[in-house]
Structures are given as C-alpha cells and as structure tokens.
C-alpha cells in the first residue's frame, strides 16, 4: 500500500506541474516573440489554447473514473494521473468543486488522506463511502480525536449539514471562474500586444 501510495502522489505532483506548466505556455510564447524566434502574436495563440486545456484538465486530474475499487478502509479509483487509493481513516480534508458546462453546475468531492492522496469523488457510491467515513470521524471527534477539514458546502452536497450553502458555494464559484478567466485573457492580450 505504501508503494501505491507514493506513486499516487508523484503522478499527482506531476499532473500539477503539467496543468501549471500548460497555463503558463503564454510566458515562454512571449518570451520567444520577444527574442523574434515567434511571431508576435504567439502569446495570444498559446493563450487562447492554454486557457481551453486548463479548463478541461485541471479540474480532471484527480477525478475518479472506472474501474473502482472500494473497502471498508479504502476508496481506489483510476485517475487521468493512474490509480489513486484514499485512506478513509485517515481523511484530512474535503472540499466541493464545482465547475461549469452547457448542462449546468458539475462536482467533484476533492478528498485528501494524510499521506497526501488526493481523489475527485464523482459517484454515489463513493460519496457514500465518503458520507459515511465523515459521519464515523465526526463521531470519534467528539471524544476527542481530530476530524477531517470538511467545507460547508462539502457537507452539505453530502447531506451532512442543512441549509444553504450550496447555493452561495456555486454563486461564489461562478464568480471566481468568471473573473479569473477574465484575467487571464487580458493578461495573455496584454502580453500579445507586448
């Protein structure tokens, strides 16, 4: 298992670094505009691309996808980085993702164990497992032992909490993604316009 386990966080490390490196292609573009090596709106191109995969791919790295694999101890999931395996005894934080498409509001459950795993939850029956784990944690942290970090909204998507958390979760989500996109493409145009 410990093997497993440093593999899971090396192949995350790397898809971070991919996912950063891809959205930081506009930089190397100017760089080489400014040398003259590129045409001058390189940048832009670059940009304009970046901004599409980074969409698609960050939020996909650690997402769950079949075949899975599930215990009493331990969710384990194919990821686009290999194979991931959560420890559910040992849940340090859960936190709500939540994206945007033509279908409307998409989430993920992003769980991370203590030895630094990270996993997208996206099936009933893994936030089952999920639920179920936060319920056990929160019950031996009434007599004294330290619980997972769990968000409002995470809680509340899993049934865990009443209330309206999740309306202000996607409402503040929407906006960071909007005004983040949006600075991202005036900066890449900035740096097209040198």
């Not at 936060?134 to 970090?149: L, M, W």
């Amino acid at each position: 298992m410990e093997a497993t386990t440093t593999r899971g966080v090396a192949r995350a490390r790397i898809g971070s670094g991919l996912a950063v490196t891809v959205l930081l292609l506009p930089l190397g573009g100017y760089g080489l505009a400014r040398a003259g090596v590129a045409p001058g709106g390189t940048p832009i191109v670059l940009g304009l691309l970046s901004l599409i995969a980074g969409f698609v791919l960050v939020p996909a790295l650690c997402e769950e996808r079949a075949p899975f694999r599930h215990s009493s101890t331990h969710l384990t999931a194919r990821t686009s980085t290999g194979e991931r395996s959560v420890d559910l005894h040992r849940i340090t934080s859960v936190r709500l993702l939540t994206t945007f498409s033509y279908g409307g509001a998409y989430r993920t459950l992003w769980v991370r164990d203590a030895d630094g795993v990270r996993l997208g939850i996206t099936t009933e029956r893994s936030r089952g497992k999920l639920r179920r784990a936060i319920e056990k944690a929160d019950a031996n942290a009434v007599r004294g032992a330290t619980g997972p970090r769990v968000s409002r909204a995470a809680r509340t998507y899993l049934g865990l909490a009443p209330g309206r958390g999740l309306v202000a979760h996607t409402v503040l989500s929407f906006l960071l993604l909007t005004v983040a996109g949006s600075l991202y493409v005036v900066a890449v145009l900035q740096l097209g316009g040198q």
